[in-house]
């Protein structure tokens, strides 16, 4: 049985090992060109920036109710 798991591990590695040695990656020059990426960048930004203010403002009143209660 241990022989048998030794030959099938042994035959993994090196068909896994084979394989990428020849792999190439897709060029995507032609669609990536096209799409201009600064308007997507600048609204995941706003988002970002209006979901830290609505935490700050959450935070902010957590540490000041308190203080005005006394």
Do not use: E, H, Q
Request: glycine share 8%; aromatic share 4%.
């Amino acid at each position: 049985m241990k022989n048998k798991l030794k030959l099938l591990a042994a035959l993994a590695l090196t068909s896994g090992a084979t394989l990428p040695a020849f792999a190439v990656d897709p060029d995507l020059t032609s669609l990536t060109s096209v799409v201009s990426f600064t308007t997507v960048l600048a609204g995941v930004i706003a988002i970002a920036v209006g979901v830290a203010g609505v935490y700050l403002l959450i935070r902010g009143v957590k540490i000041l109710l308190p203080l005005i209660r006394g």
